[in-house]
Each structure stands twice: as C-alpha cells, then as structure tokens.
C-alpha cells in the first residue's frame, strides 16, 4: 500500500530537483557580460557595423593578445614613448561587431577623460601604415623643434587597445618620427570603463586650407610668415607645411607645434630672404586632409641687397644635424647650406642624403645658391614649366642666365633626375658666368685623362666637365672614375653646390 503522505514528499522533492537542474542550465546559457560580476567594458556600435557588441573584460582579454611599443609627440612638445603596451588590435575588436565596407568615421567615446569624444577616420586608425620609431632623442620635453629623429630600426605597428594601461588606453603609431599622436593620449584612455567606440558610414568632412598672414606677392627681405590653421579647427589639427615645391605631408614640416599656451615660440613664422614658395596643408584627425594652399613671394629691389647676401628659399633656421647625416661624408655640407637656408629636407627631420635630385630642385638650389633671379614677367618656351609650377621662376632665371638648357625648345623634363654630366656641365657655365679671368688654362692633361671612363662621357659634356673638377667643383666617385651617366645624388649635390658657392665668393 503507498503511503500518500511519502508519496507526496517524493513527489514535491523530485519538483524541486527538477527546479534546480533547469535554473542551472538557465544560469549555464546566460552570456558572461550579462552577469552582475562583469560589467559592460566597452560596446561598438553605430550604423559601420552589422551589430552592436558589447564586451566584458573577459571577452577583449579572449582576443588574440598584441604587444607594442609606442612612440608620439604631444603639443608641448614632449616625446613620449610606451612600452610594451598589450591589448587586442582594434581591427579584430570591430571584426566582432561585424565592420562595414562603407565605414568611414570611428567616434571614441572614452568613459573618462576631459573629452566627449576624440574623431579618427577609418584610414587613420586602421589603414595607413603606423610605426614606432626608436631612434632620436630620449622621451620628455623638447628644447626646439623640428627633433632630431629618424626612421632607422622603425616597427610596423597595429592599433589596440592596451588593457595594461590606463583602463584601456587606445594606442595608434606614428606615420612619420615628427608626427605628433597626442602623445599622452588623454582624450582616449578609460575605453574598457564603460567607453563606446560609434561606427559611422557619412561623408567624410576636409579640413578647410591653411592661409598666411601675408598675401603672396612681392615682399621685402626679411619677412616673416605666419601661417594658420582653420579658426574652427582645434589646437591639435596641424599645419604642414614644405619650402621645395613639394606636397605638404606627415614628415614635412610643421608650423604650430606647440599649443598657443603652451610655448608658442617653437612656432615660427618662415622667413622670406629670397623668391619663396610655400605650400601648406591642414591636417588632423577625423576629417580628410585640406587641399594644398600656396603662397609665392618675391624679393623687392633685389638690387639693394648687400653684397654677398644670399638669397633664395629659405627655411627655418636649422642650428641641428637631420637625423640621418650623422657620420655622413657630406654631412658639414649638407649642414651648412640648411643654415644659409639654401637647401632643405625631405622632411623635417631628414635629408635623405643618397636619393636623386631633379632638374627642377637643381635649379631651384643653383639660383638661390648664386642669387639669380628672373627679371619680372619673364617668359620660357618650355610647355612642361607651366607659369603656377613652383619651379617656374628658378629655371626660367637659370635659362634666362644662360646656365641651363632643355632637352629641346620646348621640353625641360623639369621632373627627371639630373645626370652628373649634367650637373657638372651648368656649374661649368656658372663658372665662366662668375669668373672675369679666362678658365681654359685651368684645365691640365692629368684631369682629361685620370678618369677611365672618359669614354662615357657625351662628346658635348666633355672640356666642361673638365673645367668644372680642375676648378676643385665636381669630383669623380673615385679617384678613376667619374661615372658621367649616373644620376647625382642629394648629398652630391649638396656638396658641389657649397664649393660653388666659396669659389664664387673669392672671386
């Protein structure tokens, strides 16, 4: 007989069992970030991703780990440099959340700091190739800028977000070793505190273009430029700036370095000491790169400058080596002409002494090294030197001074590298055009026939080729060799140009 009572009791126990095994599955299916112990981190959202995800610690810590060492520039300036910053890279935290093709804008909201939110657009954070740039100076404050820095022993490096700093500090490279990243990061710590990182498809926005305080046009030596970034624009968005006619970009020159109130002496006005031209670009985060903006001057009475003064592009003052002519053959060279402002760098920071020179650079640095200039409104018949180049009025002065020919009368090929027989035949010609005395006698027999491959030399190029090395301008690549066919390099370049320039001087 069964007892109803104990029927009963085993009844309600097997319930409450029962009970217990499907509260456990439940507690078993539940997401971790929904648990009380794991609060919401980060989230991704917006309308650049398939699905908002929000993440736990525990869910970035699941990520594929990246360790990097960071290196930037904040607005003080002072370098900082990272190390071995670990998180997961950005890019496998937004392949979670499903990135969009479309995606343009990421919006950092940080759950601290003194920022809403910091822009950066998709090809800043995700595209363009960033590094950590060990060479130069030792992290802290910089006594003047440009720094000396380079790109030896540069590291390709991601963006993550490094859980061992700063409760998620967003951590991104340098495209160039001048380039300032914020340094510090302030507006993009605390992102695993609560922070949301917005994915957005709009339009991307431009940067308006930089403008002077002085207008182009014909100023008296001694100016000073100061150039100026959009008014709208914040004090982190960066002028950059190029004095050789090329395009503005990260590793040229930059105007505003330091914050107005912090020390507004590092940005300096350019000075303008002959025929100059500028070009500048808006650049900063969130928005795409302003259009070029160019300014051209021209020296006023060029007949009542002091004898001997040199004119022609000049650049800020560079009291400090590149950092990549340290050892150089040429670096006193290099060095000497950057403070008379006769030649700059490929960048702020770097000269790129082996790279080639063009036709049109050689006679930009020919002119301001010997003081021509064109006479106004004049005229070439070259259809590839159009009238707005930045080349245009140092070949049309070093044509009209009978110094530089082109490939024909209408070509000047102003973009070509320039041959060493071809350098040492113009400076031959500036030579004769700088000397009262006849030059011919200075040619011996021991310099026709020293080098062994005079036979290379073009029969047109030859007696001013030997012209120009008896004259102690131009030298072989050896004590045998002259190498007529190869192209001059920039240090080269640099090197004959300086030794003109004495030789002109004594006479």
Same mark, same amino acid.
């Given at each position: 007989?069964?007892?109803?009572?104990?029927?009963?009791?085993?009844?309600?126990?097997?319930?409450?069992?029962?009970?217990?095994?499907?509260?456990?599955?439940?507690?078993?299916?539940?997401?971790?970030?929904?648990?009380?112990?794991?609060?919401?981190?980060?989230?991704?959202?917006?309308?650049?991703?398939?699905?908002?995800?929000?993440?736990?610690?525990?869910?970035?810590?699941?990520?594929?780990?990246?360790?990097?060492?960071?290196?930037?520039?904040?607005?003080?300036?002072?370098?900082?440099?990272?190390?071995?910053?670990?998180?997961?890279?950005?890019?496998?935290?937004?392949?979670?959340?499903?990135?969009?093709?479309?995606?343009?804008?990421?919006?950092?909201?940080?759950?601290?700091?003194?920022?809403?939110?910091?822009?950066?657009?998709?090809?800043?954070?995700?595209?363009?190739?960033?590094?950590?740039?060990?060479?130069?100076?030792?992290?802290?404050?910089?006594?003047?800028?440009?720094?000396?820095?380079?790109?030896?022993?540069?590291?390709?490096?991601?963006?993550?977000?490094?859980?061992?700093?700063?409760?998620?500090?967003?951590?991104?490279?340098?495209?160039?070793?001048?380039?300032?990243?914020?340094?510090?990061?302030?507006?993009?710590?605390?992102?695993?505190?609560?922070?949301?990182?917005?994915?957005?498809?709009?339009?991307?926005?431009?940067?308006?273009?930089?403008?002077?305080?002085?207008?182009?046009?014909?100023?008296?030596?001694?100016?000073?430029?100061?150039?100026?970034?959009?008014?709208?624009?914040?004090?982190?968005?960066?002028?950059?700036?190029?004095?050789?006619?090329?395009?503005?970009?990260?590793?040229?020159?930059?105007?505003?370095?330091?914050?107005?109130?912090?020390?507004?002496?590092?940005?300096?006005?350019?000075?303008?000491?002959?025929?100059?031209?500028?070009?500048?670009?808006?650049?900063?985060?969130?928005?795409?790169?302003?259009?070029?903006?160019?300014?051209?001057?021209?020296?006023?009475?060029?007949?009542?400058?002091?004898?001997?003064?040199?004119?022609?592009?000049?650049?800020?003052?560079?009291?400090?080596?590149?950092?990549?002519?340290?050892?150089?053959?040429?670096?006193?060279?290099?060095?000497?002409?950057?403070?008379?402002?006769?030649?700059?760098?490929?960048?702020?920071?770097?000269?790129?002494?082996?790279?080639?020179?063009?036709?049109?650079?050689?006679?930009?640095?020919?002119?301001?090294?010997?003081?021509?200039?064109?006479?106004?409104?004049?005229?070439?018949?070259?259809?590839?030197?159009?009238?707005?180049?930045?080349?245009?009025?140092?070949?049309?002065? #070093? /044509?009209?001074? &009978?110094?530089?020919? $082109?490939? !024909?009368? @209408?070509? +000047?090929? %102003?973009?070509?590298?320039? *041959? =060493?027989?071809?350098?040492?035949?113009?400076?031959?010609?500036?030579?004769?055009?700088?000397?009262?005395?006849?030059?011919?006698?200075?040619?011996?027999?021991?310099?026709?026939?020293?080098?062994?491959?005079?036979?290379?030399?073009?029969?047109?190029?030859?007696?001013?080729?030997?012209? #120009? /090395?008896?004259? &102690?301008?131009?030298? $072989?690549? !050896?004590? @045998?060799? +002259?190498? %007529?066919?190869?192209?001059? *390099? =920039?240090?080269?370049?640099?090197?004959?140009?300086?030794?003109?320039?004495?030789?002109?001087?004594?006479?």
């Amino acid at each position: 007989m069964i007892n109803s009572r104990s029927f009963k009791l085993h009844k309600i126990l097997a319930a409450v069992v029962g009970l217990s095994m499907v509260a456990g599955l439940l507690v078993m299916a539940v997401p971790r970030g929904a648990c009380a112990a794991e609060p919401a981190a980060l989230t991704v959202t917006g309308d650049g991703v398939e699905k908002e995800v929000t993440f736990t610690m525990a869910d970035l810590q699941a990520l594929p780990q990246k360790t990097y060492t960071y290196s930037g520039y904040n607005h003080w300036p002072a370098l900082k440099v990272f190390q071995d910053m670990t998180g997961p890279s950005l890019q496998s935290i937004l392949d979670v959340a499903g990135l969009k093709d479309n995606a343009t804008l990421l919006r950092l909201k940080p759950a601290g700091g003194r920022f809403v939110h910091a822009d950066f657009t998709r090809e800043q954070l995700l595209e363009e190739p960033r590094y950590y740039f060990p060479e130069g100076e030792n992290p802290g404050d910089l006594a003047d800028w440009p720094p000396i820095r380079g790109e030896k022993g540069k590291t390709l490096v991601e963006t993550i977000i490094a859980l061992n700093d700063s409760q998620g500090r967003i951590c991104f490279g340098q495209r160039a070793p001048n380039e300032p990243t914020g340094g510090d990061c302030v507006m993009i710590q605390e992102m695993c505190n609560g922070g949301v990182i917005e994915v957005l498809t709009a339009p991307l926005d431009q940067w308006e273009a930089p403008t002077a305080d002085i207008p182009s046009g014909t100023v008296a030596p001694g100016t000073k430029v100061t150039l100026k970034k959009p008014d709208e624009a914040a004090d982190n968005v960066m002028v950059y700036y190029t004095l050789d006619g090329s395009e503005p970009a990260y590793g040229s020159y930059i105007f505003n370095i330091s914050y107005p109130s912090f020390r507004p002496e590092l940005n300096k006005p350019v000075p303008v000491n002959g025929n100059l031209t500028i070009k500048a670009k808006t650049i900063g985060f969130g928005k795409l790169d302003s259009e070029t903006a160019t300014f051209q001057y021209n020296i006023e009475n060029p007949e009542n400058e002091a004898e001997g003064e040199t004119a022609g592009t000049a650049m800020p003052a560079l009291a400090r080596d590149f950092a990549d002519i340290a050892g150089h053959w040429a670096r006193d060279e290099i060095k000497a002409l950057a403070e008379k402002g006769i030649i700059d760098g490929v960048t702020a920071t770097e000269f790129k002494p082996e790279e080639k020179i063009t036709r049109a650079q050689f006679a930009k640095l020919l002119t301001a090294a010997l003081n021509i200039k064109a006479e106004q409104n004049t005229g070439i018949s070259f259809q590839d030197v159009p009238a707005g180049a930045w080349y245009h009025d140092y070949v049309a002065a #070093a /044509v009209q001074a &009978g110094l530089i020919m $082109g490939y !024909s009368d @209408d070509i +000047f090929a %102003p973009d070509d590298n320039i *041959t =060493r027989e071809q350098m040492a035949v113009i400076i031959s010609r500036a030579l004769k055009m700088k000397s009262t005395a006849d030059l011919s006698h200075s040619v011996t027999e021991q310099v026709i026939n020293k080098f062994k491959d005079k036979g290379d030399i073009s029969p047109w190029a030859g007696n001013e080729i030997y012209l #120009a /090395v008896s004259c &102690g301008i131009v030298s $072989g690549l !050896s004590e @045998d060799t +002259f190498a %007529p066919q190869v192209t001059a *390099t =920039r240090a080269e370049t640099a090197a004959m140009i300086l030794r003109l320039m004495r030789w002109s001087e004594e006479q």
